[in-house]
């Protein structure tokens, strides 16, 4: 079975919001998110059985959904996909407001407010049929919705960005490696490799 076909089964991004049994604002990063009816208008959302969201939105029945925009900044997504409420505040003050209680980011495309209708459990996710009890238009409306495919290229073309400016200058001449806190660039012209007592000159990058 080759996996890179299910990744080709792309779907959107966005942040949930819910509130733990302690009254703290919770919330992660989502990709599994469906409109089945729109009259009366329900979602299905997933979510992996380990999330702190997904253990307190099966006690408490509610959750938001924050569509995320084409150019939100990466820093949310990674605040979100891989920090865990149990330990972190994702809610940043004044990136937020509340709709019935729960947090949605100020700068999304859209937000939804959820009711939990059915909870169906697979082996690692709830999935969640949630009847949709208010739907408005975020501040950044007119953006273009993330969409995964796009968020994993963006990720790709970051990683290759910083595998760029990345590259070890090495000495030609005895292979020692540039490590210092310093960049390279930096060092005075008559710094000398530490190692064979060489120039900067005969340094070049890998
Ligand atoms: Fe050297």
């Given at each position: 079975?080759?996996?890179?076909?299910?990744?080709?089964?792309?779907?959107?991004?966005?942040?949930?919001?819910?509130?733990?049994?302690?009254?703290?604002?919770?919330?992660?990063?989502?990709?599994?998110?469906?409109?089945?009816?729109?009259?009366?208008?329900?979602?299905?959302?997933?979510?992996?059985?380990?999330?702190?969201?997904?253990?307190?939105?099966?006690?408490?029945?509610?959750?938001?959904?924050?569509?995320?925009?084409?150019?939100?900044?990466?820093?949310?997504?990674?605040?979100?996909?891989?920090?865990?409420?149990?330990?972190?505040?994702?809610?940043?003050?004044?990136?937020?407001?509340?709709?019935?209680?729960?947090?949605?980011?100020?700068?999304?495309?859209?937000?939804?407010?959820?009711?939990?209708?059915?909870?169906?459990?697979?082996?690692?996710?709830?999935?969640?049929?949630?009847?949709?009890?208010?739907?408005?238009?975020?501040?950044?409306?007119?953006?273009?919705?993330?969409?995964?495919?796009?968020?994993?290229?963006?990720?790709?073309?970051?990683?290759?960005?910083?595998?760029?400016?990345?590259?070890?200058?090495?000495?030609?001449v005895c292979?020692?490696?540039?490590?210092?806190?310093?960049?390279?660039?930096?060092?005075?012209?008559?710094?000398?490799?530490?190692?064979c007592?060489e120039?900067?000159?005969v340094?070049?990058?890998?």
């Open positions: 079975m080759d996996m890179q076909a299910l990744f080709k089964i792309s779907h959107g991004v966005y942040i949930t919001g819910a509130i733990d049994t302690a009254g703290r604002l919770i919330g992660s990063c989502v990709d599994s998110v469906m409109v089945t009816e729109v009259a009366p208008p329900q979602v299905l959302v997933s979510l992996s059985k380990e999330s702190y969201t997904c253990q307190n939105v099966l006690k408490t029945h509610e959750l938001t959904l924050s569509v995320l925009a084409q150019n939100v900044p990466n820093e949310v997504i990674t605040r979100f996909g891989t920090m865990s409420s149990r330990t972190a505040d994702k809610w940043v003050p004044d990136s937020y407001h509340l709709v019935s209680g729960l947090p949605v980011l100020n700068d999304s495309v859209a937000t939804l407010f959820l009711t939990v209708l059915k909870a169906i459990e697979t082996e690692h996710h709830h999935i969640f049929l949630c009847r949709v009890v208010q739907a408005q238009m975020g501040s950044n409306r007119t953006a273009v919705p993330l969409i995964y495919a796009d968020y994993q290229q963006q990720k790709k073309e970051n990683k290759m960005m910083e595998q760029t400016t990345n590259k070890k200058w090495v000495c030609t292979g020692y490696v540039y490590d210092g806190d310093v960049p390279f660039e930096d060092l005075p012209e008559d710094w000398v490799c530490p190692l007592g120039p900067k000159s340094f070049v990058q890998e």
